[in-house]
């Protein structure tokens, strides 16, 4: 029971502490005069992926490579199945009315990249240094098409919609700033210790690799905040917020999460266990076709259909 406790604080710990130096870092770029379009497609979405970061980088100084690869295989197939298909028993998500055709191109051709790479036997500093750059070049062309769509729109419209930034507070004295970024630096090691450690001892206790246990409770544990952030969306009737949270995320995941690590540790991987996996969290990415580019909303249907997928896949991969 304590180490089931100690999970969850672990989780606690990592989402909070990643909450605060998203919070402080935004806050110290505006402060500094870095532009808030640049932040928000950096920082934010760094700092949002730093929990999921920070657990595949111990899980891999640790000898743990299943950990570290298993959380981002399983957020991803839980961000398709679970983060989109439980907001759309709540609240139908009326995805045709937006175009996410370019972003879904580019996760595809990520995901198949990922696979790829991994189908050498590991990922090493090499394929570290072409995830990241892969990474750049789509955070470039983001930035010049956001660009060139506020240079397209009229004055007015820009006075109008100012970028919003997540975290962002004009008023937040230094003190403060200081104080989350400390708190997140400190929290985000400490919480992910915990977490690899309890969810190791998991695996050891129950008999099961430590893939399972990273592609089951570590990696739905990661994607709470994508969950949270997907439900809200989808009851404000923010359809491209919460398509474009979960193919953002994915992204992320596949390029940066695995990127960064494997310059820093080589990650072996156990490719016959890992097959299913792959194939699962690539197919469930194309399950999205019929929103993306046949301009079908995701309703309860849809959202019962995904999430009892999930539920079979976990029950497979613990069996």
């Not at 609240?91 to 050498?120: E, N, P, W, Y």
Request: hydrophobic letters at 55%.
């Amino acid at each position: 029971m304590l180490v089931w406790l100690m999970v969850v604080l672990g989780l606690v710990i990592l989402l909070l502490a990643g909450d605060m130096l998203v919070r402080g870092a935004v806050n110290l770029a505006l402060r500094v005069g870095i532009p808030a379009l640049l932040v928000s497609l950096t920082i934010v979405a760094f700092g949002t992926s730093a929990p999921e970061l920070l657990i595949s980088l111990k899980a891999a100084f640790q000898d743990k490579p299943g950990l570290a690869i298993g959380n981002v295989v399983g957020s991803n197939t839980a961000n398709i199945l679970l983060v989109l298909g439980i907001p759309a028993i709540l609240a139908t998500m009326h995805t045709s009315q937006c175009d996410t055709r370019k972003s879904f191109v580019t996760m595809i051709g990520a995901t198949l990249l990922f696979i790829l790479l991994a189908m050498r036997g590991q990922f090493d500093f090499l394929a570290g240094v072409v995830l990241l750059s892969v990474l750049a070049l789509i955070l470039m062309d983001q930035a010049r098409e956001a660009l060139r769509h506020r240079r397209d729109g009229s004055a007015a419209e820009d006075d109008e919609e100012e970028e919003e930034v997540e975290g962002a507070d004009p008023q937040m004295p230094w003190w403060k700033v200081a104080l989350y970024l400390v708190l997140g630096l400190v929290g985000l090691p400490f919480g992910a210790s915990i977490l690899v450690d309890s969810a190791s001892e998991i695996a050891r206790d129950y008999g099961i690799s430590e893939t399972v246990i990273g592609l089951t409770l570590v990696a739905l544990g990661t994607s709470l905040p994508e969950l949270a952030t997907t439900v809200m969306a989808a009851l404000r009737r923010q359809a491209d917020v919460a398509l474009g949270n979960v193919i953002g995320s994915n992204l992320f995941n596949l390029l940066a999460i695995i990127g960064v690590t494997s310059l820093f540790k080589q990650i072996p991987l156990d490719l016959p266990e890992l097959h299913f996996d792959f194939v699962v969290m690539l197919g469930a990415s194309l399950l999205l076709i019929p929103f993306v580019f046949l301009r079908r909303d995701i309703n309860r249907l849809w959202g019962i259909a995904l999430s009892a997928l999930y539920i079979l896949y976990v029950v497979i991969v613990l069996n």
